[in-house]
């Protein structure tokens, strides 16, 4: 989130940051995001000054009345009623402005840090060293073509039962995934210092805006209602018939039903995401719906219920894509200490993730590269504003470290502007080396984050010596991603005769296997 106090202070700093990163109309977009400003200040300045006058005349009407000068007294009463209607007027623009603008803001990328090399795409990024050396002969078979002539490795039955970009693993390639999953989240606990998180897997939307995921990517995610995008429809198309108050018995029938059919599937009132929708399809079918089949009453009767108890709250819930969400908002709407914050608080965690991203169609449609599902330890720091650089090079080199220990060749990447994730003010990339590609993909992503994420979040701190509070630095990375680990482990560890070497780091959490495979 941005700092609409400082655009407005220095608007040339946004424009060019922003078409830094690549958007298009910048000094347009600037130029709205002021107007709206200006507009909503004006209405709240109006709305005060509305407000201040119809407090002085309600207290002079007492005044005008004990003097029984009821002509000074009606004109006060008829003064009051027209700033009523002012302050009502000014609250309304207040709202709708003040909604453009929140919207407006939230939907803008974070500001690129200074050193941050400019350019449009991955083509701009930079290289900044590299560890260990690539593998150019033997085999390079592909992992997917490996993991299947193992038998460990099923694409078919996953897609049968889950669709496109699933696997099923299988005998030790699946402990191998467990393993490095036990591995990592070990080193990152005990040599680096991070706390281990079991968070939940399962968020509100207030949660993914406050790390960045909503309202940009809501196509890449998961909802809990796979059905949510018809249902939005036939709410709307309901919503549209309710106002014309002619509902006919057919209509009303389907709205009873998909009203049903939605409690059906919430285990509580507390997860009701389409209460605020669906409140003018219960309105209307409050007045017609003796006419609806016996158990409309009942079925109504829990829904009008249910939305009473949320207090017409909106909520969607989604599958996490990456723990970045669930441990970056431990700090929501919170003040740290700057003792809390003395040194950098770290977390992480091993989950899986779910991201319902399309990938390159020509080398991540089939393995393991790019799946819906996938697991991975994730990395999160919370910072005082000093604290931060610093902290981002531990962090990357922390997941470095990983990629050190099970001896895989790799290359770190400073990510140039217009190929950095929208939250992020500073990103560093680690590369692994793939035999089959013979080239380096990404398998860590450590990003510095600033006060973009904590604003959005409302997590700040206060120091010691003073009386105001700061919003604290975000930082999030992949330590690693655990299923790109595996593909990289095959890959460079495969031999002549189609097995796997395990490394010597994994070999105690898989019971001293040394080999998969014949």
């Known amino acids: 989130m941005h700092d609409i106090k400082a655009i407005r202070e220095n608007p040339d700093a946004y424009v060019a940051g922003w078409l830094s990163r690549g958007v298009a109309e910048a000094d347009g977009l600037v130029a709205d995001i002021l107007r709206l400003d200006r507009e909503l200040r004006t209405a709240q300045t109006t709305g005060q000054d509305a407000l201040s006058r119809r407090n002085a005349a309600s207290k002079l009407i007492g005044a005008a009345m004990a003097k029984k000068d009821m002509a000074e007294a009606d004109r006060l009463k008829a003064e009051v009623e027209a700033l009523k209607g002012d302050i009502a007027s000014a609250a309304e623009i207040e709202a709708r402005v003040g909604g453009e603008l929140r919207n407006l803001l939230a939907a803008q990328k974070n500001l690129a840090a200074d050193g941050v090399p400019d350019g449009e795409d991955e083509a701009g990024n930079v290289e900044t060293h590299r560890h260990g050396e690539p593998r150019r002969s033997g085999p390079a078979k592909d992992h997917a073509d490996l993991g299947e002539a193992l038998g460990l490795l099923d694409f078919e039955a996953a897609a049968k039962m889950s669709g496109a970009r699933f696997a099923v693993l299988k005998g030790q390639l699946a402990r191998l995934e467990r393993a490095i999953g036990q591995f990592m989240l070990d080193l990152q606990t005990g040599e680096h210092g991070y706390l281990e998180v079991a968070p939940p897997y399962l968020v509100r939307d207030e949660a993914m805006f406050g790390t960045g995921q909503l309202p940009k990517f809501e196509d890449d995610l998961f909802e809990i209602f796979g059905n949510a995008r018809s249902i939005g429809v036939e709410i709307e198309r309901f919503k549209a018939v309710g106002a014309e108050q002619n509902l006919s018995q057919a209509e009303l029938t389907k709205a009873v039903e998909l009203i ?21 399809v219960a309105q209307a079918l409050e007045k017609t719906v003796g006419r609806v089949h ?139 080396w793939l035999p089959s590609q013979d080239t380096y993909r990404e398998i860590s992503s450590c990003s510095n984050c600033g006060d973009f994420q904590a604003r959005r979040m ?58 998969i495979g014949g």
């Open 294 to 432: 016996a158990g409309a009453n009942e079925v109504m009767a829990k829904f009008l219920a249910l939305q009473k108890s949320q207090g017409g709250s909106l909520h969607h819930q989604f599958l996490i894509p990456t723990a970045e969400v669930s441990l970056t908002n431990l700090v929501r709407e919170s003040i740290l200490s700057e003792e809390e914050l003395a040194e950098p608080m770290r977390l992480t965690a091993l989950t899986p993730c779910f991201r319902a991203e399309a990938g390159s169609a020509g080398r991540d449609t089939r393995g393991l590269i790019r799946q819906h599902q996938f697991s991975k330890v994730e990395m999160v720091s919370i910072t005082r504003p000093e604290d931060s650089d610093a902290e981002h090079e531990r962090m990357t080199a922390c997941a470095e470290t990983i990629l050190k220990m099970l001896e895989l060749p790799f290359r770190r990447m400073l990510l140039c502007k217009g190929d950095m994730g929208f939250s992020a003010r500073k990103t560093f990339d680690l590369e692994v």
């Open 260 to 280: 049903a059919r939605l409690l059906s599937n919430i285990p509580t009132g507390a997860d009701l995401w389409f209460v605020e929708p669906l409140k003018e």
């Open 458 to 515: 409302d997590a700040r701190f206060k120091r010691a010596s003073e009386k105001k509070t700061e919003f604290v630095h975000t930082l999030n990375g992949s330590g690693l991603a655990v299923g790109r680990t595996l593909v990289a482990i095959m890959e460079n560890y495969q031999d002549e005769n189609g097995r796997i070497a395990v490394p010597g780091v994994l070999q105690p959490y898989m019971g001293g296997v040394t080999h």
